[in-house]
């Protein structure tokens, strides 16, 4: 790796930095490096007069990289097509100037890309253009596909490129995103492990695939659920065969095999809730069903210490607030 090193062109701090990778002036070291990391490509200084001053931080997870990337320079960049990974480009600042296919794309902040394996693309970088990276293998990404949402690929999987992080399906990842760096920041020997790396890359693959357009969206419309990445899937299922036991959120997320910050994340983004609040809703839709079938020889507290309430003061309150009944008269109705 090239290990030169030079005098930043900015002083705030940059994503990944504890895993720099090179930091270098000279094109054909970076270039050499780039290659290695992605593809053989062409890089060429736009203009006489700049001076490149690359930055490239990595963190690898399985199938998955992320990484940061500047150049320093207006550049243009010419690797045809990538073949064996897609690349989301989540732009920090600067911009790109895309050609992809024959369609023509301009990213900045907000508005970034994720460019499929099949089409050439071209793309010139501003002079203050930095970008976070999302590598994703494509055998990885097109095997979740055709595995969890039991789709027979008959041709490769393309995405339309453009992405708007700051619509709200956009937020979605990029707060993931966001998320995965600093994960990689606070507890990279967690996130590293063989089995969380495995979820985690599950969760993104879900995440765009739930949320941006791409050739098998009818498919996944026609199966009528979105793919629930299996953390997800692991943690209602423990949650659902112990809600009556005294369950933590430690214990759920020791069940789902990731991390609380990553399986949190994930319960957001695919359920709209959090893991304790789906604990919560199961314990209260068991209560209901079981204060409607006990008749009148059935006792609240019973029922309600039954299925893992302890208080019953704030158990009677939030059953009102849920049901504008007391639990008394559910039981007395039944």
């Avoid at 095997?143 to 490769?156: C, M, N, V």
């Avoid at 943690?235 to 659902?240: D, L, M, P, V």
């Avoid at 214990?251 to 609040?277: H, M, W």
């Avoid at 839709?285 to 210490?305: F, H, M, P, T």
């Amino acid at each position: 790796m090239v290990t030169a090193q030079h005098t930043r062109m900015y002083s705030k701090p940059i994503p990944l930095e504890r895993y720099n990778c090179f930091s270098s002036s000279r094109v054909e070291e970076v270039r050499k490096v780039v290659t290695h990391s992605y593809c053989p490509h062409d890089l060429e200084l736009a203009r006489f007069d700049n001076r490149l001053e690359a930055h490239y931080n990595s963190f690898r997870l399985r199938g998955m990289s992320l990484n940061f990337l500047s150049y320093g320079a207006d550049i243009e960049i010419m690797p045809g097509t990538f073949q064996a990974f897609y690349m989301l480009e989540f732009p920090l600042s600067g911009s790109v100037s895309l050609e992809y296919g024959q369609s023509r794309y301009k990213t900045q902040p907000g508005l970034g890309t994720l460019i499929s394996p099949h089409e050439a693309v071209r793309s010139r970088w501003s002079a203050d253009c930095e970008q976070v990276m999302v590598k994703i293998d494509r055998k990885s990404l097109e095997g979740y596909l055709s595995q969890e949402a039991k789709i027979i690929l008959t041709e490769p999987l393309e995405f339309e490129p453009l992405i708007d992080f700051t619509s709200p399906k956009g937020e979605l990842i990029k707060d993931f995103i966001l998320m995965l760096l600093k994960q990689a920041d606070s507890c990279p020997d967690l996130i590293a492990r063989k089995q969380v790396a495995i979820e985690l890359e599950r969760v993104f693959s879900a995440l765009i695939l739930n949320n941006l357009d791409h050739n098998y969206r009818q498919q996944l419309a026609i199966a009528e659920r979105p793919i629930v990445p299996k953390i997800v899937n692991r943690a209602q299922k423990f949650i659902e065969d112990n809600f009556a036991e005294c369950v933590t959120l430690e214990d759920i997320v020791e069940a789902s095999g990731c991390s609380e910050r990553a399986l949190y994340s994930a319960f957001k983004q695919f359920l709209g809730i959090t893991p304790l609040n789906y604990l919560k809703n199961v314990r209260f839709d068991n209560v209901r069903i079981g204060l409607q079938q006990a008749g009148n020889k059935g006792k609240v507290s019973e029922i309600a210490y039954q299925n893992g309430f302890t208080h019953m003061g704030r158990f009677s309150a939030e059953y009102i607030q849920r049901y504008h009944e007391k639990p008394s008269d559910t039981l007395r109705f039944s």
